[in-house]
């Protein structure tokens, strides 16, 4: 696709409870960044990838957060066990190999209660 | 550290006056700095990209400048209009392989009628 599509647009947890995003870059786009943005605030760098490989994975935290990009799927960013302090919206970015102009999706919502 | 920081932390102005947005970067090595724009709710669209050679890039009302021995730039809007109100968030690449990113905390503009 022309655009960076996210999916769900918006996510409601329990504390303690499962949380799976998903991220479909753009065709022909082999790198993807998550980040995740609290309260309109810093953008948080978490993971790339480079296809299906980890690039950088510096801003994942160690527990609970897990992430992969196969190849023919969506890329996803798991958090077991959520937080409230994992309530943010997570962007996904894709680029072309050879330039690094990110394209964002439109982010998920994610509200732990 | 790698850090990008921007002022004014937000900003209100009258529709059809001008503004300046500041950045001030100490990332290195330095590969090249970008604008962007986020409009509320959805994901940040770049406005202008400049590398360490360029001084200026404009996109329409939107005017970057590049000072690479200062490590700073600005990004001033011409004319704005209430479709302007956004948040702007300067982005520096770091490194020689082009896909490490550090980004600035933004700058809230809000343009009233």
């Known amino acids: 696709g022309e655009e960076v599509a996210q999916t769900p647009k918006h996510l409601v947890r329990g504390e303690g409870q499962k949380a799976k995003l998903y991220c479909a870059p753009i065709k022909g786009h082999s790198y993807v960044f998550w980040y995740q943005q609290v309260l309109k605030n810093e953008f948080k760098f978490l993971i790339s990838f480079q296809n299906e490989n980890v690039f950088d994975e510096t801003g994942m935290p160690k527990e609970r957060f897990s992430a992969k990009c196969l190849p023919n799927s969506p890329c996803s960013l798991e958090i077991q066990a959520t937080k409230l302090e994992d309530s943010a919206v997570y962007f996904c970015?894709?680029?072309?190999?050879?330039?690094?102009?990110?394209?964002f999706g439109p982010g998920t919502r994610l509200t732990v209660l | 550290k790698n850090q990008v920081e921007q002022s004014p932390q937000s900003l209100i102005i009258l529709e059809g006056k001008n503004c300046t947005l500041q950045c001030n970067y100490t990332v290195s090595p330095f590969s090249n700095l970008r604008w962007y724009k986020q409009d509320t709710g959805r994901g940040p669209v770049s406005l202008t990209i400049m590398t360490f050679s360029e001084n200026t890039k404009s996109n329409g009302r939107y005017t970057a400048t590049l000072d690479a021995d200062t490590k700073q730039s600005s990004l001033h809007i011409t004319a704005s209009q209430l479709s302007d109100s956004a948040s702007y968030i300067c982005?520096?690449?770091?490194?020689?392989?082009?896909?490490?990113?550090?980004f600035g905390p933004g700058t809230r503009l809000s343009v009233l009628p």
């Open positions: 982005v520096v690449t770091m490194g020689h392989y082009g896909q490490n990113f550090v």
């Open positions: 970015a894709s680029s072309q190999p050879g330039t690094d102009t990110q394209y």
